[in-house]
């Protein structure tokens, strides 16, 4: 029986499997086709960490001031002679003093005054769109 492996007694079996793959998978594999598959696996690598990169960047929570300066942005103009801001995208006019609390009220307009609906501010101006009537001519008798 030990003449038919002399020397397999003192070989561990992991040594014996390495010398294996040695012997019949790296010789099948020229040096140009691993140095290729490296190149490949390196790109690929690469790659995939400018792609987690990317989606680090367009998947994070915006912080404080992004918020604050994309709330404030979305305003047009201050109208200073009746202290009250116009939109960009909507029609009509905007609380100065919600605006400053992040909070965006469009003002009622009724008659010649412009007043905000919300039940805390009690903010009101001069309607900016009120045209005043025509003063009738004074009679003289
Ligand atoms: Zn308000």
Known sequence: MQGDCSGCAQMPVIALIENASKR???PAIPQTLLLSLCCLLLLIIILLVIWVIYLHRVYREPTEA???RAFHDQFDQFLSKHGVWTHKTKSGYFC???KARYFESQLVLH???AYCPINECHFGTSNPDHIAPPRPPKVLI
């Open 111 to 113: 008659g010649s005054t």
């Open 24 to 26: 019949h998978i790296a």
């Open 66 to 68: 992004e918020k604050s």
């Open 96 to 98: 100065p003093s919600c």
